[in-house]
């Protein structure tokens, strides 16, 4: 009897540190389709010469995302999943803290965009909700922003390809 219990303590205590574990982001995705709401109203989002994608590197508390845009000219971010607020490092001598974290199996990113540019000051908040699909297949990227010229929110919906 104590054998069958700790057999099936190990069974279970282990397969709930297994279902525990947050998802693993990494591989190359391709977006399927992106939709917004801008002031109460669909919009399609769209930008020529765009090649929608992404190579996600995800190791323990480390998330490097290689946008694949042509217009863009690949740009990388990286982010600390720790919920401590962070600068990352851009060309256009703006601030930009984050923070990520985990809730649940869903991930919580915020961003913050401020500083001068050519078309005058900026102020842009974010934030997005990543989460995978239960086959890990498909990657749903809900973001909501608010700016000068209002509030918006896109649901990004991207396909593994690797």
């Excluded at 540190?17 to 109460?40: C, Q, R």
């Excluded at 005058?120 to 010229?149: F, H, M, N, Y």
């Excluded at 509030?151 to 593994?160: H, I």
Aim: glycine fraction near 8%.
């Amino acid at each position: 009897m104590k054998k069958a219990f700790c057999m099936l303590w190990l069974l279970f205590g282990f397969g709930h540190l297994v279902l525990a574990a947050e998802p693993d982001f990494s591989g190359t995705w391709a977006m399927l389709h992106e939709n917004g709401i801008l002031h109460g109203k669909s919009v399609a989002i769209e930008a020529p010469n765009a090649d929608y994608g992404m190579i996600i590197t995800h190791t323990g508390d480390r998330l490097v995302v290689e946008s694949q845009c042509v217009k863009c000219g690949n740009p990388v971010r990286e982010y600390i999943i720790d919920g401590k607020e962070r600068n990352m490092p851009n060309k256009e001598n703006l601030v930009t803290p984050y923070s990520a974290k985990w809730d649940g199996q869903a991930l919580i990113i915020k961003k913050g965009v401020s500083g001068a540019t050519p078309f005058g000051p900026v102020t842009l908040t974010e934030r997005q909700v990543w989460a995978l699909s239960d086959d890990k297949q498909v990657l749903t990227i809900a973001s909501s922003s608010t700016s000068a010229s209002g509030e918006m929110t896109t649901m990004q919906v991207y396909k593994r390809l690797q």
